[in-house]
Structure formats: C-alpha cells, structure tokens
C-alpha cells in the first residue's frame, strides 16, 4: 500500500509522442481508472508504472521513493494483464506461488500466504488444474490471487475484463472492487469502457494524446467535463452539443425534455423546437433522435426519455423541448476547453 | 441456367476427396520409390551374399551377415561414435539454438547482420564447407593452431604440449571433437529456426508478468522459457539427431573415419563397405543396424512432442 506519483512523465518513441506530460498523483488506498481510447497512451503510461518501459522524461515515484529508472522486480508492484498472462506450464497453485519463488520465501511460507489468497479468491478446487483447463472468469480469479500473494505497494490492472463474457463482466466488475475495498491497496485500472471507469474507480483520469484532459471523480467528469472531448467520450450517449452565439452549448440528453412533460424545466430554461427522427427502445428508457431545423445547419440532439414521456411522442413530429439552464455547460469553440463564464 | 452454369463451376479443386490423393500424389510416389523401395531391397541385401560384382538376391545367408559385422572389431566403436556424435552434435546444437533464439528475439542494433551471418553456414554448400575445415584443421597450417601457439597454448614448454600441431584429423578424440563441431556448425541454423520460431510464439504477456512478478533472467529461461519451449526443442532434436546420426559427409571429408577405425561412424563404415568394399550384403547389414535406433528415436520425439502439445493449451 503506497502513494503514486508521476511528475511530468513523458514517452517518445522517435517522433511519435505516446505520453507527452502527465502528472498524476494516486493517494494511499485510492482506486484510480485510466480512461482513453485506444492509442490514447493509457497502456504506454500503465507500462511505466510497472517498469516495463523506462519513460523519455519525467519522475515516479512509489510510496515517496523515486523508482522512475528501476526494474519491475524492484518496484513491488503487481500486475494484472489483460490476457491474464498464467504460466501455461504450471498448475494453479504454482502460478500464484511464482512471485514468492522470486524472491526466495521459504516453502511453509509460501503456501501459508498461497493459501490465504486462494481463500480471498475462493479458488482451492482449481488448485491442481493447469491454466489451459479454467474458464475466463476462474482464469481471472487465479490472476488475482497471484497479484494479491505478495501485498504489493501497488496494482495495475489492464483491462482485465475486456475479455470475459458480457454477462459474467458485471459480476466481475463488483468483485474487483470489492477486493480491492478489502484489501486497500492503491490501484491504477487501465481501461477503454467508461462503465468500468464510472464504476469502479474513485477517480478517473482521461487521456488522449498522450495527455491526461481531465482528472476528477466519476460525478465530476459527468456533470462538469473539462473540455469538449471528456464531454463527448464519457456519457452514453454523450453530451449534446450545439453551436450558440459563438460558443458551444453542451447538456447530458437525460435534461432534455418535452415542455409538456412535468419533469421539464419550465423557467430559465434553453427551449429548442425539435423534429423527431427516430424513437429508440433502451430498456428501462427511450433515446429520441431530433434535428433543430431553423439552424443554419442542422444540428442533431438526443433526448433520453422515461417511457410515460415517450408515449407522447411520434416520429415525423414537431416539438417543443427544454433543458434548464443550470445544466448547460459552455465550451469555447476554437480550443474546445470549458468556459467558466456560464451567464454571459 | 444460371444453375447449370453453377454447377459447371464445380471443378477438381472442389472435390476434396480428389484433390487430396492428387495433392499426396507426388509425395507418396517419392516416399514410395526413394525411401520404401530402397529400405526393402537392403533389408533384402542383408540376408544374401550379394556383392557388388554379383548383385543377385539369390545366395540367402540369413542373418549371416548381421554375424559376420558384429564379430568385427570396427562395429563396436562406430556404434559408439555414432552414439557420440549423435549426442554430443545433439546437446550443443539445442544449448547453442536456444541461446541464439533468446538473442534473436530480443532487439538490438545489427541484428540483422546477426541473423545473416548465423544463418550462412547453412546456405553453405557441403564441399565448401568441408574445404574450410580441412584447412581450419590442417595438420600443418591449421590458424587454430596458429592462434593457439600465438597465445603460448601449443608448442613446446605450453599446456597442450610440445608439438607445434594438434592433427586434429589425426587423433581418436580430437578428431571426434571436430566431427562434432562441424556438424553443430552446420546444423545449428536450421535449429535455431525452429526453436526461435517457438519462441516467437510464446505470448509477451507471460514474460512481462515474469519479469513483474520478480524473476530474473535464469529463473524465467528455466521455469518460463524452456518448459514452453519443450515441444519445439523435440522436434529441433528429432532433426537434428536424425540429420546427424545417418550422416556420412562429414566423416568422410574430414578423419575418414580414422586412425584406423577409431572416429568410424555407422553410415560411413556401411558406405565403405558396401560400395567401396564391394560387400554389398554386409554394407545393407551395416545400415540396417541403424535403423532401430532411428526408428525409436523418432518415435520417442513424436510421443513427447504430443504429450507435452496436449498438456498445453489445449482445454
């Protein structure tokens, strides 16, 4: 259990920039998701960390103590890959085993402390079985107790669920972070699905580019994104965004409303006439696709509607809707960075 | 119409059955006519008086002639050579392969010039090759030994003697050694290929975990490296031993099996025999002896290698 810092933590492979400056500070116990799309340098920047890759610039440091130049071995810091990576050679209980050997705990040791991860993870009837012989999900879970054996300063995750099964994923999701709740060591969780993200980590930091454009709580990135990009990635769908008075005009389609419905903002609100081009089923919810046609170009918006207000909705239609003020969010057009001046 | 024109479509390449036996063709005929029927007519040699003046199969002997050879004193000592060679060509050749694999597969400047010159002494024809290690060793001029007096190892008042030469070729052990050496010069290319490409094949992912999970350079060739690299390297000795153990080239351009019999190998002695000698039936005899050991030994390889396959990934 340890602090994370990196401090201007850059990584050029000839000309190309994977990380270009990110300074990132992960307290003692927190749980930290890296979220970016793919090519973003959230895996370049993960690799750093665990001393994999040696970074162009900048400094890391773990639990206070500067380890920017040494070896993954010297850093105590366990990693969970996103194929898992078990030794296909070894059984089980010799895969959780494997970084105890390195560094030459006596035999009772070892499986006093095998045991008690296998217990966490509640695998001791796979312990004789080989990798080749486990399903996805107990493939995970054996990974998981190699990297809790050694109480590492620090876990790494990348994207550990991306290649189980849709269904057993959630469960999964609650798992991961019930463990870590358990045993509070500081993580770093790489990953492309904002679900997971939103809703594992304490705080996210999203890249692209080899920048981090913005680092807060899930709620924060939510509700007060940083620029245009965190406002388009993190949301499904993402936030609506329209051309006004020289600015950009953002809000979360779950504020647009019909005026008729009784949730709508009725004063201080933007009201925007819309032309429904499509109603779409979401479950517990429908997504209507609009178009504002008096614009000078067309611009298209998307609603996200309880069922009761659906109803009243045709396609083809004209209509009404509104968003209250206070959920607008202003973005300037030409750098894309939020503007904080809301009123004017 | 349309549909006749469809079926018109259906040519050779869509009937597998076919296609199969046409593909196997050329293949099965080659087996047929240049491994199988030669393997019968010596099986068949071995139990006549056939010589090469009089190569009728009619004055059967029985096992006369498998007598007559192992009676002979050169038997036991080409068999032991052979064994010799065989394993000590064997175990260089798969430590020196996958020490290249491991330094191959990582990235390092001229490795392309690495991989040009490692792979040389197999796009090497026999006879060149053989005149560089005739001269290597020279009795006279060897530069080996050159170096070796240059560096006070050789000559008189050193370590390896008085005599300015070593006569590698000259010599039961030396020359041994040398038999091997070249063999592993010349069959370690094509060993290394096999064992790199199954290193290739490993996945990243497990020796970046190692290396996480704190494991050095020893502990992951041994514990990581080559128990994944297992089936691959059996089938790097399979070939390599085969290749090595019915070789006669190297022999016979180097020691010639000498002084007296003492670096004889089995393929030789048959060929030395049977051809030169004119001992048709005794030469058969001779080859015949290797052929148990050549069958075990692919056998052996094969079980290991999928036993060790079906340990694997496989669920």
């Known amino acids: 259990m340890a602090t994370l810092e990196l401090r201007g933590i850059k990584k050029h492979y000839g000309s190309i920039h994977a990380v270009n400056g990110v300074d990132v500070v992960v307290a003692e116990g927190e749980f930290l998701a890296i979220l970016g799309p793919s090519g973003c340098g959230k895996t370049t920047l993960m690799r750093m960390i665990a001393g994999l890759e040696m970074p162009s610039e900048g400094e890391i440091l773990i639990g206070g103590k500067p380890v920017t130049h040494l070896p993954p071995r010297a850093r105590n810091v366990s990693m969970v890959f996103q194929s898992y990576a078990l030794y296909p050679n070894m059984t089980v209980a010799k895969n959780i085993a494997f970084p105890l050997k390195t560094r030459g705990m006596p035999q009772a ?10 217990g966490i993870m509640g695998i001791g009837h796979l312990l004789h079985r080989r990798p080749a012989r486990l399903s996805g999900g107990e493939k995970q879970k054996v990974a998981l107790a190699r990297a809790l054996v050694r109480n590492p300063a620090l876990f790494i995750f990348d994207e550990p669920l991306s290649s189980l099964d849709a269904q057993v994923r959630t469960m999964a999701r609650g798992e991961l972070r019930q463990l870590h709740d358990r045993t509070g060591v500081t993580t770093v969780y790489v990953t492309h699905d904002q679900l997971e993200a939103l809703g594992m980590g304490d705080r996210i930091a999203i890249m692209q580019h080899g920048r981090v454009h913005q680092l807060g709580t899930p709620q924060e990135l939510y509700d007060d994104p940083a620029d245009t990009f965190v406002a388009a990635f993190l949301g499904a769908p993402p936030m609506n965004m329209l051309e006004r008075d020289g600015r950009i005009v953002g809000f979360r ?9 009784p949730a709508a903002a009725q004063d201080d609100a933007l009201s925007l006439r819309m032309h429904i081009s499509q109603l779409e089923f979401l479950g517990a919810e429908w997504l209507v696709y609009g178009e504002i046609e008096n614009a000078a170009t067309p611009q298209k918006l998307l609603a996200k509607v309880p069922p009761a207000v659906a109803a009243t909705l045709r396609v083809d239609e004209q209509r009404e ?21 809301e009123r004017g | 119409m349309s549909e006749a024109e469809a079926s018109s479509r259906v040519g050779l390449g ?56 192992l009676h002979e004193s050169a038997f036991p000592l080409a068999l032991r050579n052979s064994v010799i060679v065989t394993l000590g060509t064997l175990i260089l050749t798969l430590v020196l392969a996958t020490a290249e694999s491991e330094l191959l597969v ?47 190892l050789l000559g008189p008042g050193s370590p390896l003697g008085p005599a300015n030469h070593l006569y590698y070729y000259g010599k039961e052990w030396l ?14 290319p094509f060993a290394t290929i096999i064992v790199l490409a199954g290193r290739t094949s490993i996945p990243r992912d497990i020796f970046e975990q190692a290396q996480v999970d704190g494991a050095g350079f020893f502990r992951t060739l041994f514990s990581i490296t080559l128990p994944a690299l297992l089936p ?15 070789d006669m080239a190297v022999t016979a351009l180097t020691t010639r099996g000498g002084p ?43 079980r290991m290698a999928y036993r060790t396959d079906s340990q694997g990934d496989r669920p």
């Open chain 1, 109 to 118: 040791e070892r499986d006093a402390k095998v045991a008690w991860a296998v």
């Open chain 1, 253 to 261: 389609a779950e504020y647009l409303l019909p005026s008729t419905s």
């Open chain 1, 321 to 341: 809707f509104t968003v209250a003020r206070s959920r607008l969010r202003y973005f300037d057009p030409t750098t894309g960075l939020r503007v904080r001046d």
């Open chain 2, 14 to 69: 869509d009937r597998d059955h076919m296609l199969g036996w046409l593909m196997l063709g050329p293949s099965l005929i080659y087996i047929a006519a240049l491994v199988g029927l030669p393997f019968f007519l010596a099986i068949a040699l071995s139990v006549t008086s056939a010589t090469v003046g009089d190569p009728s199969i009619h004055g059967f002997v029985g096992l006369g002639n498998f007598v007559q050879v």
């Open chain 2, 106 to 152: 990582r990235d390092f400047r001229g490795k392309r010039l690495l991989q040009i010159l490692l792979i040389l002494p197999w796009a090497m024809p026999v006879s060149l090759a053989a005149i560089d290690w005739l001269w290597l060793l020279d009795s006279e001029f060897s530069p080996v030994d050159w170096l070796l007096r240059h560096m006070h």
């Open chain 2, 175 to 188: 020359g041994l050694g040398a038999i091997v050496m070249i063999n592993v010069w010349r069959l370690l």
């Open chain 2, 232 to 246: 691959i390297l059996m089938v790097a000795s399979m070939f390599t031993a085969l290749l090595v153990f019915g």
């Open chain 2, 260 to 302: 007296g019999y003492a670096t004889q190998v089995l393929p030789y002695w048959a060929y030395l025999k049977g051809i030169d000698g004119g001992a048709l039936s005794e030469g058969a005899a001779v080859a015949l002896f290797m052929f148990p050991v050549l069958l075990v030994g692919a056998i052996l390889a094969l």
